[in-house]
């Protein structure tokens, strides 16, 4: 036993060696950094990287832009997403097997590239948030899951509703949705850590850089930090740019606050994720 619990303990501190690296050198000058090359405490600690980042006044309204993406993203592909395995879930469905074909089909071969920008063109979704929100309202994995989580609640409570009056909405809010929370919250973690790092289909989508999401930003950010082509209106020209640090405080900025909202939901997850997984 205590031989586990020693890999365990080295396990986690290999696991947390690349976070204490990333925030070490973000707070790490630059010429430490070229110096020493891996540190896990700077001799001299310095917030240059932060101040180039945060010279820019867009930085904080990226940062609102990912947080509304993120949260109504969210939002809509659960609502989605549950509205969609409900009625799946129902063994007596008017052609379930097809339904589930097709949807399985789509977990195999997709449009591209091209055909999604073409039909968001061709919707009038360019340059606004919905382009981020609405072609990805629904992930088949997370769909064929959550169905299948559903399947494990038992029918008799459906029924002994249907008998009190309920109908089919009123069932899904009141019992199968409540029910479900572990799941729910497995789903909620997966989508919002998505539509946090979202980055490809906002700049295929997006070119009104005021609607840019953080992780477009930031790489801006290194872009302009290496002297590349960029649109550098909005940074301070007076800061000090160090390049090695940015690289790092980029990471920490992007990243930091979706970490935050894991442990909220850390209780549900090893259930959630496991829920729904077998039965099918």
């Known amino acids: 036993m ?15 060696i690349p976070f204490v690296y990333v925030i070490a050198g973000s707070f790490a000058t630059n010429d430490e950094l070229l110096r020493r090359g891996f540190i896990l405490f700077p001799t001299q600690f310095s917030l240059d990287a932060y101040k180039y980042i945060f010279s820019s006044g867009s930085v904080l309204r990226s940062l609102l832009v990912t947080v509304y993406i993120t949260v109504m993203g969210t939002l809509i592909n659960i609502v989605f997403t549950s509205l969609m395995a409900y009625p799946l879930a129902h063994k007596n469905l008017f052609a379930r097997r097809k339904l589930m074909l097709a949807i399985i089909f789509t977990m195999l071969f997709g449009g591209g590239m091209i055909p999604n920008f073409l039909i968001v063109k061709s919707l009038g979704m360019l340059d606004t948030y919905w382009s981020l929100l609405i072609p990805g309202a629904i992930s088949t994995f997370n769909l064929i899951v959550l169905k299948n989580f559903f399947q494990n609640i038992p029918e008799s409570l459906a029924e002994s509703a249907k008998i009190d009056g309920a109908n089919e909405f009123r069932i899904l809010f009141s019992i199968v949705l409540p029910l479900s929370l572990p799941a729910l919250a497995t789903f909620s973690l997966f989508y919002a850590v998505g539509h946090w790092n979202t980055f490809f289909t906002a700049v295929m989508y997006i070119n009104d850089s005021t609607k840019w999401p953080i992780q477009v930003l930031m790489r801006q950010i290194v872009i302009l930090s290496q002297g590349g082509a960029g649109d550098s209106s909005e940074i301070d020209p007076n800061v000090v740019i160090p390049q090695q640090a940015v690289k790092m405080a980029v990471i920490v900025v992007a990243t930091l606050p979706i970490l935050c909202v894991y442990p909220f939901l850390q209780k549900h997850f090893a259930k959630g994720v496991m829920l729904g997984s077998v039965k099918g």
């Open 2 to 16: 205590a031989i586990i619990y020693v890999i365990l303990v080295v396990a986690s501190i290999l696991a947390l």
